[in-house]
């Protein structure tokens, strides 16, 4: 084997090792939360993945670093999954997006939902600059538990909202929620420049809505979740969308790195390693 494919698989499987430990840690975590996490939707393959997109976007990171995405990616899947089938009416999803954001506000949580949100505010509080970075963090989460209400009330109702419309929504997937609670805790530099970084990360985020969509139609379609091809759009319409969303990206990224090599690293790696994991080819030049 040739000293750079020696180096590459090395660097794979310490990558690998990394998601491995994240994972554990994510199932521990899942324990302490009875009942949020049926296994018809969190199965053991869903916890590696969620560490896999973790580690593959910041491998230099250390285990402990990455905690807080991790959680926060696993809380918003937990929290999707409420709104998505368990909650049967919009006074529920109301309540439980008030629940959320209560906490936020220091509150005491109700359930299982909102002390494992408690317990991401507390984690957060050991950096001393989460407490000016407070507003900018519930503002993030309000405008995803809107989006998530938001879905719900256009597959209740069966009003199907133009692809544009759909793509603007993007908030529901939580992945700029994730993003933000990740750079407080974890980025130093981004924890300075979270406007310059808005921006990009909702490029991501709409980008990564779609692939997930495109990824998950099946499964949505047997459990009566919306997803962008029951829009009438065509899969071409979709993947074409996500073209020009990538670029777009791209070409935020690209000034990041002058300034934040590792910053502008972990948001170009999020895009490549969804894309590869999903098996959706043709998207990325």
Not at 110 to 128: I, M, N, S, Y
Not at 191 to 198: A, P
């Amino acid at each position: 084997m040739a000293g750079d494919e020696l180096g590459e698989a090395s660097e794979l499987g310490r990558v690998c090792a990394l998601a491995a430990e994240c994972a554990r840690d994510l199932r521990r975590c899942a324990e302490l939360y009875g009942g949020l996490f049926p296994r018809a939707a969190f199965d053991p393959d869903l916890y590696h993945a969620l560490c896999l997109a973790g580690a593959f976007s910041s491998p230099w990171s250390a285990a402990e670093r990455l905690r807080v995405a991790n959680r926060a990616a696993l809380w918003v899947r937990a929290v999707g999954w409420q709104v998505d089938h368990a909650a049967a009416t919009r006074d529920e999803v109301d309540e439980l997006a008030g629940d959320c954001l209560a906490v936020a506000d220091g509150a005491a949580p109700r359930g299982p939902a909102t002390r494992f949100l408690a317990d991401l505010c507390d984690e957060l509080a050991t950096v001393k600059e989460f407490e000016e970075l407070r507003g900018a963090w519930r503002g993030q989460l309000e405008s995803m538990l809107a989006a998530m209400g938001r879905a719900w009330a256009w597959r209740e109702a069966r009003a199907v909202p133009s692809l544009d419309r759909y793509v603007e929504n993007a908030d529901s997937h939580g992945s700029s929620f994730v993003d933000l609670s990740h750079w407080i805790y974890a980025d130093p530099w981004a924890r300075g420049h979270l406007g310059m970084l808005e921006p990009v990360s909702r490029r991501v985020q709409r980008y990564l809505h779609l692939l997930g969509d495109l990824a998950s139609y099946r499964r949505d379609v047997s459990w009566g979740a919306l997803n962008v091809l029951m829009l009438g759009v065509s899969h071409g319409d979709v993947t074409d969308r996500m073209t020009v969303l990538a670029g777009e990206a791209a070409g935020l990224i690209g000034p990041l790195r002058e300034v934040s090599p590792l910053t502008a690293a972990y948001l170009r790696r999020q895009i490549g390693f969804s894309t590869g994991f999903h098996g959706i080819s043709g998207l990325l030049a």
